[in-house]
Every structure is written in structure tokens, then in C-alpha cells.
């Protein structure tokens, strides 16, 4: 199997840690881990104490205990723990998809999503989100899409790169097409709990579908990617029966201080959510302002949840304007290209502190160049 290079990534391979400025990320301001233990009296002692031997394959016990009970139905045997959330994807289409079957994948979105199972022979269609209806899903559209040899359908919710979150009656629609037809519904989550308003938050897929496997991670609702804790949350035995078998061909288990160190920040998952949402909705109050000053060269739809926006670029083309903003200011932004959406947009990340400084800079070029 030799996928198509992730075009993301190369592109942060090459510029993440050389670019002055990021305004594109997607993972939210990170701390140490120093400020992680702070949480937790005693947590230091315990990590100089921990044994470095092999953890347990499906992720330490304790770990998987913190992990179920940001759910309602699911216990530490419904859960697999990979190293990120890449892992898992990864996993999950060589577990449970062959050449000839078909998925549906939301789009645009993250090239793992579809690349992984592309280069498998799986067949796939993409289901384009609307932007003229800021970005949403139509479930009416799956009819059209669905196969004979249709296994799977994958979305990303909230979104990335738009930060879209359906509408409860939208989610409850796309559960009950999968179930009506018996499919998979893969549902990535790594940003649940970043809503903007947190009523609007969703129930994980998982939860209210059994044969849904929910993707959740530690780098973005918690803003801790440096640890690599991913996971997949489902009732669906087959699956965890397939999944478990396959990551015995990758990392067969998980790093014990990232483990360690992930069960300390999900006992406080409410305030690194809320320390990450803040951050967020003031840098979203600064934005709206922005794009009217500058309306004749960007458009953008509000983000309802998570850490990244979808601006559209007016006039040019998307990839050479990021190149030139990178060039003459040293901001780095990811174009569309880089996401198989086009040439006309480009992502923002809305989760760092520096945000407002970084923002400036970047329309001190919109003032200069931003009309030629």
C-alpha cells in the first residue's frame, strides 16, 4: 500500500518550525508539563515513580476510566487507545474495509479520512459540505451517494477545517441513514467539547448508534498533542475484536508516561476545555471586525465550534497568496489546495494566545498588498 503523500503534513514538515508565526494551526495553545501536574497533588511524584515496562494493549486501565466517562454507554472495554488519533484511522480502515467496498467521507476534511483508504482499494465519494449554508451537511444527498458496496461513512463533527457543527436534527439524520442501511458511521470527535456554545454540543456517535466508532484524542479538546493519546470509542465488538488484532502490527501498545500523563488531564477535562474555549471565543470577538474591514478581499463564515476557520480568498489563487504572506511576513496559513478544496480558500487557527499579535501582522499585508 503506498498512499499519496499528506499534503498537510509536508507542508507543516517543511514550515511548522520555521515559519515566525503560526496562524493556522489546529490543535489549541499547549502547556508543560510542569503546569499539567499542577493540577493534581501528588501527580509529580507518582510520574518519577512509574515503571517504564509495556502498558496494557488496549491503554492502561486508569486511562481507559477517565476516557469512558466522557461518554454514557461506553465502559473501559469499549475503548482502544492509539498512539494519536492517526493511528486509529489508520487501523480502522485495515481492519475493517478491503478493495471493492465503497465510503462516503465529508468533505473537505482531513486527507487520512479518505487517502488511507484510497490506497487500500476502497472506493471513495466525497459528501461536500454547502458553504452558502455556512458549511452544512445535507443528509439527503446520501441517497445519491450510497452503493451496493457501500460499508462506511465518515464525518468530522466539529468540523475541520470549517468548524461546522450539525444541528442536533442533521446528526440524528446521518444515524439514521447508517443504521437504516447497516453501515459504519466512523465519526471523528477530536474537537467535542470545543463548542462555541457549549448547548449546542452533540452526543458522541457512539453513544447513540451501536455500530459507530467514536475518534477521540487528547490534542485538540485538550490541547495536549505532544502526549499522543488518541483513541476509538464503540459498541460494535467485530470492531474492537478487528482493531485490536491489526494494532498489534503497529505500536502494540502506548507510551506509559503519555498515558500517565493523559489520565491526569481528563480528570480535569473541564478546565482545559474551558481554558481552551476561552481562548477561542476572544479571538473570535476580534475577527468579525476584521473581515468587515477587510470584506473586499475575504470572506469568512463564523466557526460554531472548535479551534479553525475556512476564509475565502475574493480575487487569486489561495496557495500563492499563502506563499507570499509566508514570504513577507513570516504567517504561515495553509491554502485549500493542501485539503483537495480548490483554490480559493484558506485555513485559520483560532487557539493560540498570540492570535491578536499574529492576526495584526497579517493585516498589515492585507493593507499593503492585499488589492494588488
Not at 198 to 214: Q, T
Request: glycine letters at 6%; a negative charge; aromatic letters at 10%.
Amino acid at each position: 500500500m503506498t498512499p499519496s503523500p499528506f499534503q498537510l503534513e509536508r507542508y507543516f514538515a517543511v514550515h511548522e518550525f520555521t515559519a515566525r508565526y503560526l496562524l493556522c494551526s489546529s490543535d489549541p495553545e499547549s502547556m508543560s508539563i510542569t503546569d499539567l501536574l499542577a493540577l493534581e497533588p501528588g501527580s509529580m511524584e507518582g510520574l518519577g515513580s512509574l515503571r517504564l515496562g509495556y502498558t496494557e494493549y488496549p491503554g492502561a486501565p486508569e486511562l481507559r476510566r477517565e476516557i469512558a466517562t466522557l461518554y454514557e454507554s461506553i465502559g473501559i472495554d469499549n475503548l482502544i487507545v492509539h498512539t494519536g488519533a492517526q493511528e486509529a484511522i489508520f487501523s480502522f480502515v485495515h481492519s475493517m474495509l478491503q478493495a471493492g467496498d465503497h465510503m462516503i467521507v465529508h468533505m473537505p476534511g482531513y486527507q487520512s479520512h479518505y487517502s488511507i483508504a484510497e490506497a487500500a482499494g476502497v472506493s471513495v465519494s466525497p459528501w461536500l459540505a454547502r458553504e452558502s449554508e455556512n458549511w452544512a451537511l445535507d443528509p439527503d444527498e446520501l441517497e445519491k451517494l450510497v452503493r451496493p458496496e457501500t460499508k462506511a461513512l465518515v464525518i468530522c463533527a466539529p468540523h475541520n477545517p470549517t468548524g461546522y457543527l450539525p444541528a442536533r436534527e442533521r446528526f440524528d439524520a446521518i444515524v439514521d441513514f447508517c443504521r437504516r442501511l447497516g453501515l459504519w458511521l466512523f465519526s471523528d470527535e477530536v474537537y467535542r467539547g470545543l463548542e462555541h456554545d457549549p448547548a449546542a454540543r452533540l452526543p458522541a456517535a457512539c453513544d447513540v448508534y451501536e455500530k459507530a466508532i467514536s475518534l477521540g484524542a487528547l490534542s485538540k479538546s485538550h490541547g495536549l498533542a505532544g502526549l499522543r493519546i488518541g483513541w476509538v470509542a464503540t459498541r460494535d465488538r467485530d470492531v474492537l475484536a478487528a482493531m485490536s488484532t491489526f494494532k498489534d502490527y503497529l505500536t502494540i501498545c502506548n507510551s506509559a508516561p503519555s498515558e500517565y500523563l493523559g489520565a491526569i488531564a481528563l480528570r480535569h477535562t473541564h478546565a482545559l476545555i474551558e481554558r481552551n474555549t476561552s481562548i477561542v471565543r476572544s479571538n473570535l470577538a476580534i475577527l468579525d471586525p476584521f473581515f468587515e474591514r477587510h470584506h473586499e478581499i475575504l470572506e469568512w463564515r463564523q466557526p460554531s465550534a472548535g479551534t479553525v476557520a475556512f476564509p475565502r480568498l475574493k480575487h487569486g489563487g489561495a496557495d500563492r497568496f499563502c506563499a507570499e504572506v509566508l514570504e513577507l511576513t513570516g504567517v504561515l496559513l495553509l491554502p485549500s489546495t493542501l485539503l483537495d478544496h480548490g483554490n480559493e480558500h484558506f485555513r485559520i487557527g483560532l487557539g493560540r494566545r498570540n492570535f491578536p499579535e499574529v492576526l495584526k501582522i497579517f493585516e498589515n499585508y492585507l493593507r499593503e498588498h492585499g488589492t494588488k
